[in-house]
């Protein structure tokens, strides 16, 4: 079945430039997690969403950092003025939430170069 | 969370088994095992889970000792495309879903 899609897959962009970043999660999963992962570095995490719902946004490193999603589905990542230190594989997981487990089931990411 | 330990790193033969230890002596009753690998390049992707039976599913076996202090991961026919580095961790019922990872294991598959 139908993975987790994140698109674009590579994004470069020059400082300042605000960029979007899509992901789609598995049909049925209500909760969605964004990470970023710098080179040879561990998962970062930014943001939880249950449903359409934030509950945690602690990971977020700075008001430049925004996200939504939408009709318990779709979420997008935002990120504003950016800076060369946002350059990492942004990444998008889901999981089901089913019963007691809570396995995640991770993207592709979408790799953010800030020249 | 308990703590885990891996093997640094190991090699395997393609079609063979490969076996993946993990310590975790310091465990709690409520404690899930949970393994991923990172192939090089992607996302990070889930494996299997178990509490304290043995797991099966269709990528892996999850061995876990009677007293839950150790577990083993077992790939039944390595394939290279089985190169990863594979993290095992540990997590509460319903606990922290912030994941993070150590070192793992870096498992290399060999023609």
């Known amino acids: 079945g139908a993975g987790v899609s994140q698109s674009p897959s590579n994004k470069v962009t020059e400082k300042g430039k605000d960029v979007e970043l899509r992901c789609d999660p598995i049909s049925g999963h209500t909760a969605l997690y964004w990470y970023r992962q710098s080179l040879g570095q561990g998962l970062e995490f930014l943001i939880y969403?249950?449903?359409?719902?934030?509950?945690?946004k602690s990971g977020l490193p700075s008001d430049r950092f925004s996200a939504e999603r939408t009709g318990g589905s779709v979420s997008t990542l935002t990120i504003q003025r950016t800076q060369q230190e946002d350059s990492a594989v942004y990444l998008c997981a889901s999981s089901p939430r089913q019963g007691m487990t809570y396995e995640q089931y991770f993207g592709p990411g979408t790799r953010l170069t800030v020249t | 969370d308990a703590k885990t330990t891996q093997p640094t790193s190991m090699d395997c033969a393609e079609g063979r088994a490969a076996n993946l230890p993990c310590n975790h002596s310091t465990i709690s009753g409520n404690e899930y095992v949970y393994w991923y690998r990172q192939i090089h390049s992607q996302g990070p992707q889930y494996i299997i889970h178990?509490?304290?039976n043995n797991e099966t599913n269709e990528m892996a076996s999850l061995i876990i000792t009677e007293d839950r202090k150790s577990s083993t991961l077992i790939l039944p026919h390595a394939t290279l495309r089985d190169t990863a580095v594979y993290y095992c961790?540990?997590?509460?019922?319903?606990?922290?879903?912030?994941?993070?990872f150590g070192a793992g294991t870096t498992v290399t598959v060999r023609a």
């Open positions: 969403f249950q449903g359409n719902s934030a509950p945690d």
């Open positions: 178990g509490l304290k």
């Open positions: 961790i540990v997590r509460v019922l319903g606990g922290d879903y912030k994941l993070s």
